[in-house]
T-cell receptor, first 111, second 116 residues
Framework: EDQVTQSPEALRLQEGESSSLNCSYTVSGLRGLFWYRQDPGKGPEFLFTLYSAGEEKEKERLKATLTKKESFLHITAPKPEDSATYLCAVQAADSWGKLQFGAGTQVVVTP | EAGVTQSPTHLIKTRGQQATLRCSPISGHTSVYWYQQALGLGLQFLLWYDEGEERNRGNFPPRFSGRQFPNYSSELNVNALELEDSALYLC???????????????FGPGTRLTVL
């Protein structure tokens, strides 16, 4: 059965304190791995799509990387506006269209 | 460019009633997806429609159903509402059916359904 596990569940950072979020997955054939951020009561906002091991993508203070078993979302010198829940999702080769989400990592960045 | 829109924003129903939720995809997108985000359970895949057809279905009972219209907008219907159906219902859209690609799904703001 496909599984997506995110850690830690929650992360509290000081402004400027870099850190990494982990997403480990078990899936029968990976079509793609997705990162989203979600603010309370709102829909997820798309960040990155990764397709194969070794791939990296960057956007402002965020960088996502992918291996065969896990993905990392690195937050460099975070600001309070980076506070959100970060969600990881995978799409399996045998379940077209369906995204399987992890439970998310809640990040709070304090000034 | 307008994003995915959903209506209503909030919906309050009583147990046993029916709820209808609506979604308009991003212009040019033909695929629409529905997800349920209940407290403590994370996002769960409900349904996927493309070109008016149901393409995939998550592990939900048949009282969760929907349809896609010729203009690619979609409707989610939940019959015989139960208390545990209270959740944020999210709609997403993507470019559409292409076996060679993995579509990125873009989400709307959601409809908060409360069942009393």
């Amino acid at each position: 059965e496909d599984q997506v596990t995110q850690s830690p569940e929650a992360l509290r950072l000081q402004e400027g304190e870099s850190s990494s979020l982990n997403c480990s997955y078990t899936v029968s054939g990976l079509r793609g791995l997705f990162w989203y951020r979600q603010d309370p009561g709102k829909g997820p906002e798309f960040l990155f799509t990764l397709y194969s091991a070794g791939e990296e993508k960057e956007k402002e203070r965020l960088k996502a990387t992918l291996t065969k078993k896990e993905s990392f979302l690195h937050i460099t010198a975070p600001k309070p506006e980076d506070s959100a829940t970060y969600l990881c999702a995978v799409q399996a080769a045998d379940s077209w269209g369906k995204l399987q989400f992890g439970a998310g990592t809640q990040v709070v960045v304090t000034p | 460019e307008a994003g995915v829109t959903q209506s209503p924003t909030h919906l309050i129903k009583t147990r046993g009633q029916q709820a209808t939720l609506r979604c308009s995809p991003i212009s040019g997108h033909t695929s629409v997806y529905w997800y349920q985000q209940a407290l403590g359970l994370g996002l769960q895949f409900l349904l996927w429609y493309d070109e008016g057809e149901e393409r995939n279905r998550g592990n939900f009972p048949p009282r969760f159903s929907g349809r896609q219209f010729p203009n690619y907008s979609s409707e989610l219907n939940v019959n015989a509402l139960e208390l545990e159906d209270s959740a944020l219902y999210l709609c997403a859209s993507s470019l559409g059916l292409d076996p060679s690609s993995t579509d990125t799904q873009y989400f709307g703001p959601g409809t908060r359904l409360t069942v009393l």
